[in-house]
């Protein structure tokens, strides 16, 4: 049997025309447009073309963006005083500082810079808390995609074994806490886990979020498992997922594509995450 497949680019091609006519009528509403700050500091390949997807999401959701790209040899003052600025710009709903930020920066510093209203990632500690503690609040895009596309598919996640493999501040922990939140028996996994075949294979559903290509083999996928490949990378000029894409699909219920899959609804997320921004902004001030 051949799992069925979640279009992660379909769903968001879906989700951005839903957005871009909320968008709209927010701009009737409230007489300006919703607005996305997108900071990047050095020149990181990566994080480069990130960013301009990030920004050409924007284009085609109708969010205004302003894009600031600081030299690798900024300082912490020079990145903290555009945080200062743009936080104090009220025609500003969103503040994104893409990451990882070059060496020498205090990342926890000037992620807690970021007014918790406009934290479009959901990285500032007010806002993972809330999480934790099961309070509506916005939630780190990955893994809120990886929610979207589970509900779009009718796939519920209450009572199952949810098992999840990294455990990164990003994609890892708030997944988890979103499973859980949906009452899922949660287990993290990470590089110091013993018999992670064992407990993959107890899995009804299975994220892989560790960053390694292919790492996950369909000896360690049960039978009829939702399996979710949160990884991008890139091998000989390819994109590789974390997953062994053409033997674990044999085994799986659904699976997601690299690309294709989780990295489209990423980006639709964070789209998503700075309209509702600028909505409960905008809600706050009457
Ligand atoms: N770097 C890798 N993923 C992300 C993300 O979701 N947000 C930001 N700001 N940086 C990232």
Redesign the pocket.
């Given at each position: 049997m051949s799992a069925v497949l979640i279009d992660g680019k379909a769903l968001s091609a879906r989700k951005r025309e839903e957005i871009k006519k909320k968008c709209e009528i927010f701009e009737q509403e409230y007489g300006r447009k919703i607005c996305l700050a997108v900071v990047l500091v050095g020149n990181d390949p990566a994080?480069e073309v990130?960013v301009r997807n990030k920004i050409r999401g924007c284009e085609a959701t109708d969010i205004r963006s302003l894009s600031f790209t600081l030299p690798q040899t900024a300082s912490q003052n020079d990145v903290e005083q555009l945080i200062c600025a743009l936080s104090a710009d009220e025609s500003v709903d969103g503040i994104?500082?893409?990451?990882?930020l070059p060496k020498g920066l205090d990342e926890d510093r000037i992620l807690n810079l970021i007014p918790t209203e406009k934290d479009v990632?959901g990285?500032h500690p007010v806002n993972v808390g809330k999480l934790l503690l099961g309070k509506e609040t916005i939630v780190?895009?990955?893994p809120m995609g990886v929610m979207t596309m589970l509900h779009d598919n009718d796939i519920s996640v209450a009572g199952k074994n949810a098992v999840v493999i990294g455990r990164s501040n990003?994609?890892g922990k708030p997944m988890a806490m979103l499973l859980l939140r949906d009452h899922a028996t949660v287990t993290i996994c990470h590089s110091r886990t013993k018999n992670l075949k064992e407990i993959c294979k107890n899995a009804d559903i299975l994220v892989a979020a560790i960053g390694k290509p292919e790492f996950v083999t369909a000896d360690m996928v049960k039978d009829g498992a939702v399996v979710i490949d949160v990884g991008i990378n890139r091998v000989n000029g390819k994109l590789k997922g974390d997953v062994d894409f053409d033997s674990v699909k044999e085994k799986a219920s659904y699976i997601t594509p690299v690309p294709g899959g989780v990295g489209p609804m990423?980006i639709t997320t964070?789209l998503e995450n700075t309209y509702l921004c600028g909505v409960r902004r905008e809600r706050a001030k009457s």
């Open positions: 994080s990130y994104l500082v893409q990451l990882p990632d990285f780190a895009c990955t990003i994609v990423t964070l």
